[in-house]
């Protein structure tokens, strides 16, 4: 496409090597296919979006629908049913902790408006907290607030100075967040707003699965010390790690949590941070500087909260046992990898699988690209994370589909390759 290689800046992509994007033409179900009619099959989720499968027609008739009904409308001073009702399906699935809906764009603005709301609550209240902590390895987004909150690293070093300062506390999939957690509450803990976590896996960090227990004690130590938890679902919400969110799997009720990706099936951007009545009452007041004053042009745009709506409706029984089968599929395809020649480590949860692949050293970080080439070589879609490669699919994808993965894994173990190998390919750098 002459039009893109002239005029469209791409995400997350050096333009001075990169290869020519592929050109997709249209996507259903699990594929997309290419402007030459070629299939490849999306074991990512288009990048961990599509819920139920690309151009459902339940979604898609909701969307067209509500375009022609009421396409958009400014959300301040005004309403409309998708938003309203949305707001109340989400809440009726949600920890019955969270019971306040605030729409915005996108899991970044998601994670922004739930560290500006704890900040401003305590403000509000007069004993303003400036303090938030989060765990070393953490992915929350890409705008300012959500690249203070996450780990630094090549991603954030150019803005570094100008991120706000945040305690660290360790991944707690290789170290002890807890006692961390008690040292910060000891030394600073009149100081700390909110703890940001993403519940049970580090996500861009490479899939690292974390303990349930760990989440519960964070929960409790937080609570006790009047600190707010912030659960950052935007990867983990509705259904990736088998429940409809995360923080059920430990019995966790948040203060505020965010939710985007998943939220309209993966078809339009749309962000919600879900809060506690309390954080909501503590806005509410005669004085007008206690408002809070954020909002987006698109806010609670009425064709995505259609979109989410529908969405929704497809969580049904069938889904449930979709989202079963395709964790039982990983973990026996997980178990025949364990341990194997080129694979390092394994990890599971719910229909997010990860293999962290072994390789000589200086040789590791070219390993995911070459895979990622290898993978689309052969009609998969594959983006590793440095050297972990995962597949985290759409929940209609079939155990024949996700054969097509695992067997395409496989034969790169065995050395397949593509050649030549394009230095810059299609994963992160
Ligand atoms: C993707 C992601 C974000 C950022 O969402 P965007 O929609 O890309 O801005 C935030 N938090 C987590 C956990 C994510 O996986």
Not at 286 to 293: A, E, I, L, N, S
Not at 300 to 312: R, V, W
Request: hydrophobic fraction near 45%.
């Amino acid at each position: 496409m002459r039009d893109d290689a002239r005029f469209v800046w791409h995400p997350y992509t050096q333009h001075h090597r990169a290869p020519q994007p592929v050109p997709i033409a249209r996507a259903r179900g699990s594929w997309l296919y290419d402007t030459d009619g070629r299939g490849i099959l999306d074991a990512i989720a288009s990048w961990w979006v599509t819920t139920h499968g690309h151009a459902h027609p339940a979604i898609t008739e909701a969307i067209a629908e509500q375009a022609r009904t009421l396409d958009q409308v400014i959300f301040a001073g005004f309403t409309h049913e998708p938003a309203a009702r949305l707001a109340a399906e989400l809440v009726s699935r949600l920890p019955t902790s969270l019971s306040r809906v605030f729409y915005s764009d996108d899991g970044s603005t998601a994670v922004e408006v739930a560290i500006k709301l704890s900040l401003q609550s305590f403000a509000n209240r007069g004993e303003p907290r400036r303090l938030v902590a989060a765990l070393e390895n953490a992915y929350h987004g890409d705008t300012f607030g959500a690249m203070a909150a996450g780990a630094r690293g090549v991603f954030t070093h150019m803005y570094e100075p100008l991120l706000f300062e945040v305690a660290r506390l360790p991944d707690p999939s290789e170290g002890d967040a807890l006692a961390a957690l008690d040292r910060l509450l000891n030394t600073r803990g009149h100081e700390l707003a909110a703890v940001i976590v993403e519940p049970l896996v580090l996500g861009a960090s490479g899939m690292r699965v974390w303990s349930a227990e760990v989440l519960r004690g964070i929960r409790e130590r937080t609570a006790a010390a009047g600190v707010h938890l912030i659960a950052d679902e935007v990867m983990t919400g509705f259904g990736r790690t088998g429940p409809m969110f995360a923080c059920e799997l430990a019995g966790v009720q948040p203060d505020l949590i965010c939710l985007s990706k998943g939220i309209t099936g993966g078809v339009l951007p749309l962000g919600a941070t879900v809060a506690t009545e309390a954080i909501f009452d503590a806005f509410r007041s005669d004085d007008r500087r206690k408002t809070f004053f954020h909002g987006h042009s698109y806010t609670a745009n009425p064709i995505a909260c259609a979109a989410a709506l529908a969405s929704l409706q497809l969580f049904d029984a069938s889904c449930d046992a979709a989202r079963e089968r395709i964790a039982t599929f990983h973990a026996t395809q997980l178990a025949a990898l364990h341990g194997t020649r080129g694979v390092k480590q394994v990890r599971h949860i719910g229909t997010v699988a990860a293999i962290e692949l072994d390789a000589p050293a200086g040789y590791l970080s070219d390993i995911g690209r070459e895979l990622a080439a290898y993978a689309l070589h052969e009609g998969v879609l594959l983006r590793p994370l440095g050297n972990v490669a995962y597949c985290l699919p759409p929940y209609c994808t079939t155990n024949e589909e996700l054969g097509l993965v695992y067997d395409v894994v496989h034969r790169f173990l065995d050395g397949a390759r593509v050649a030549p190998i394009t230095s810059g390919g299609p994963v992160d750098d």
